[in-house]
């Protein structure tokens, strides 16, 4: 890793002296730099170079940057795609997480913020270069627990789904805690975490996978969690775009990741989405919910969330007090519930102790069998794979408790537990 070529394409003609001057003081590595303004010597060049990383400056031009990764990779086949950018000249209508994201649909594998930094630069060579392309780049998969409402039982969904995934692949499962108001992930576990996603953001120049990981509170089912912020002062300091950064190395350092949200649909969370492979959208059979769900359907719809990475998770599901029965939450909501979890006291007994619930339960419990089969479809994630979409900002940021409008949906449904329990 002594001399890497890299082979830098830019219109900008400033970065070649960023680049040198980021190089110059490392006594690690001395990179041989190649500098192109166009396509065509772009691709020449990765032809006759044979780079170990291609750096792609990133502008408002997706086409050309397309072109570019696919001519590259041809070319070069073994070459890393790093983009690098400047977030002041990023379009007005166009977020960094946007353009990341869109960036990372294209084959960008890496990012660089200008002005580069010579440690920033290092990590990124130390994360790209031989033997990362030996074998196919992991991704791990992201799985995010939404809600229209506050109260419905999802926090404890998604720690007891993330709990039962440790249990089987330990140390291979990230629990972010993405509620970063309020979030209650680290309580119900029981955990007094050293570090919070505060701690990730004050190390954010120099966070990569292993920084992460470290910062991380272990459970003895083998989860890992990265807890909410404990001050809500502090938290107002974290945006969508760190939290995609953070979510993007999660992913690569552990096979799943679950992260639980607020429930507000804000930027982070349209964050959130864009980048998960399922949202599992938690509901309760109470009318005043479903007619808010509903809306919530709508503004998914209205950001361009696809339904085929939507799940609707029927949460402390009871015929007690007269709630709507399984088939008509169907018709009301215009789609089945994919997953159905029995109310039971239990559950909500095991959150205030800190104990998961879904350890101590039999195998004969319907709400730990319930819990158990969402992990099983969370393994079986990704076997069939469909490209994802970036969700486009609604027309106005809102409490989604506040949306109303009936959407129809043909979502499948798996019912577990039956509408007798």
């Not at 970065?15 to 110059?24: F, G, I, K, T």
């Not at 692949?169 to 576990?189: E, K, Y």
């Not at 989860?223 to 502090?234: D, F, K, V």
């Not at 043909?410 to 007798?420: P, Q, T, V």
Request: proline share 5%; hydrophobic share 45%.
């Amino acid at each position: 890793m002594t001399s890497p070529r890299i082979l830098v394409h830019r219109t900008d003609q400033s970065l070649d002296d960023e680049l040198r001057a980021a190089v110059a003081g490392s006594a690690e590595v001395h990179p041989v730099l190649l500098f192109q303004s166009d396509l065509r010597s772009t691709i020449g060049a990765a032809k006759d170079f044979q780079p170990s990383i291609v750096m792609l400056e990133i502008g408002d031009d997706l086409e050309t940057l397309k072109a570019l990764v696919d001519e590259s990779i041809a070319a070069a086949p073994d070459a890393a795609i790093v983009g690098v950018y400047d977030v002041n000249r990023l379009p007005a209508s166009q977020t960094e997480s946007t353009m990341m994201m869109r960036s990372l649909r294209l084959g960008v594998e890496d990012f660089l913020r200008r002005p580069i930094a010579g440690g920033d630069l290092l990590q990124v060579l130390q994360r790209r270069l031989s033997p990362r392309r030996r074998k196919s780049f992991a991704s791990g998969k992201l799985i995010s627990f939404i809600s229209n409402k506050g109260g419905v039982g999802k926090s404890t969904a998604a720690v007891n789904v993330a709990v039962e995934l440790a249990s089987t692949h330990p140390d291979r499962v990230a629990l972010i805690d993405g509620s970063l108001q309020m979030g209650v992930c680290a309580t119900q576990l029981n955990l007094r975490p050293e570090a919070t996603l505060v701690d990730a953001w004050q190390q954010r120049d120099r966070l990569d996978e292993k920084l992460l990981t470290q910062l991380m509170s272990i459970h003895e089912s083998g989860l890992h969690l990265l807890a909410a912020p404990t001050s809500a002062i502090e938290a107002a300091e974290i945006d969508d775009a760190f939290l995609s950064r953070v979510l993007l190395m999660a992913r690569r350092a552990y096979d799943y990741v679950i992260i639980d949200t607020f429930p507000l649909f804000d930027r982070t969370v349209m964050a959130i989405l864009d980048l998960c492979d399922q949202a599992i959208i938690v509901v309760e059979n109470v009318v005043p919910t479903l007619q808010t769900v509903r809306g919530y359907f709508d503004l998914l719809e209205e950001v361009e969330f696809p339904d085929r990475r939507q799940k609707v998770l029927l949460n402390r599901y009871s015929k007690r007090g007269g709630g709507p029965r399984v088939s008509e939450v169907a018709r009301y909501l215009g789609r089945k519930p994919d997953y159905v979890v029995p109310f039971d006291r239990r559950v909500i007994l095991a959150a205030n102790t800190g104990k998961p619930f879904v350890l101590g339960a039999s195998r004969w419990n319907k709400s730990a069998a319930a819990i158990r089969a969402i992990a099983d479809d969370l393994e079986l994630l990704g076997e069939e794979q469909f490209p994802s979409e970036p969700v486009r900002s609604p027309s106005r940021t809102v409490p989604a408790s506040q949306q109303s409008a009936p959407v129809p949906s043909d979502a499948s449904s798996r019912i577990l537990g039956s509408e007798a329990s």
